[in-house]
């Protein structure tokens, strides 16, 4: 069991500052969102060295990104930030790469073409994982019309196709109201798990006065559950909070988790 943190939730802080946190509040390591500001700006490989003997997995590139968009040019920049999230994942020795699934473009229901620019993409990284040694993790989406992936049916069809594993969003499936459906069907594929609960906007934030969230941790932890369990959080849905302020939810987050399982 190795508990992480999304680096995001840091995202004002350097790297050294954000290893800083992984030994203050008592994780393994952090989910490593390769769009982290301190890292992104200039994407200088040196700095990855103050989280390198981390436990962490890595969090491939999403924001402006799309791998089901109908713009052939978004999608070729979505596959090569996709790889690059798994060069980098090599690069600090981490095991797991999740990918989000995308959306249709226009605010309609996903349809075959969008399936098939979403194999496209999984098809490549999939190989360029192989060669790199690392493991890709495909995300149930969140809600919304046009979102892939929604369904632990449509999971199913990549991972059992790809032979990858799953990210289960917690946050993603209360909100899809089919967390028990991803807990039953896909249990045995889970190697990531993003725990958060969320507020009016949506927005993820601590789980530990969730009964909801209780109850899933509860149900993986009675089936062994027993590898990564990322705390997701997103800081616009707290106060303005200082770096010992996050410290301090970073652990009361770990300490709510641990009630549930052994490290």
């Known amino acids: 069991?190795?508990?992480?943190?999304?680096?995001?939730?840091?995202?004002?802080?350097?790297?050294?500052?954000?290893?800083?946190?992984?030994?203050?509040?008592?994780?393994?390591?952090?989910?490593?969102?390769v769009e982290t500001p301190h890292f992104w700006i200039d994407r200088d490989e040196e700095k990855l060295e103050h989280i390198i003997d981390?436990?962490?997995?890595?969090?491939?590139?999403?924001?402006?990104?799309?791998?089901?968009?109908?713009?052939?040019?978004v999608k070729e920049v979505t596959l090569k930030e996709g790889l690059f999230s798994i060069y980098i994942a090599k690069k600090i020795k981490a095991d797991l790469v999740t990918f989000h699934a995308g959306r249709r473009s226009a605010a309609r229901e996903?349809?075959?073409?969008?399936?098939k620019s979403l194999h496209d993409y999984v098809r490549v990284m999939k190989k360029f994982a192989k060669i790199k040694g690392v493991k890709i993790s495909i995300e149930n989406s969140?809600?919304?019309?046009?979102y892939l992936c929604k369904t632990p049916e449509e999971i199913i069809e990549f991972i059992d196709q790809y032979n990858i594993s799953f990210t289960f969003d917690v946050n993603h499936a209360l909100k899809n109201k089919n967390a028990d459906e991803?807990?039953?069907?896909?249990s045995d594929r889970i190697e990531n798990v993003h725990v958060s609960s969320f507020d009016k906007k949506g927005r993820h934030i601590s789980c530990r006065n969730d009964k909801r969230v209780a109850k899933i941790l509860k149900k993986l932890a009675e089936l062994g559950y027993d590898k990564i369990i990322t705390v997701e959080l997103d800081d616009l849905g707290y106060k303005k909070m200082n770096f010992q302020e996050k410290i301090d939810e970073l652990r009361k987050e770990r300490e709510f988790l641990e009630k549930f399982f052994k490290r």
């Open 142 to 146: 969140e809600s919304g019309l046009n």
């Open 54 to 73: 981390f436990k962490n997995a890595v969090h491939s590139a999403v924001l402006d990104l799309n791998p089901a968009s109908i713009n052939s040019q």
């Open 110 to 115: 996903p349809v075959d073409a969008d399936y």
């Open 182 to 186: 991803f807990i039953e069907l896909l």
């Open 1 to 33: 069991m190795e508990i992480l943190f999304s680096s995001m939730f840091l995202y004002e802080y350097t790297l050294d500052k954000i290893s800083e946190a992984v030994e203050k509040a008592g994780y393994d390591g952090i989910e490593f969102w």
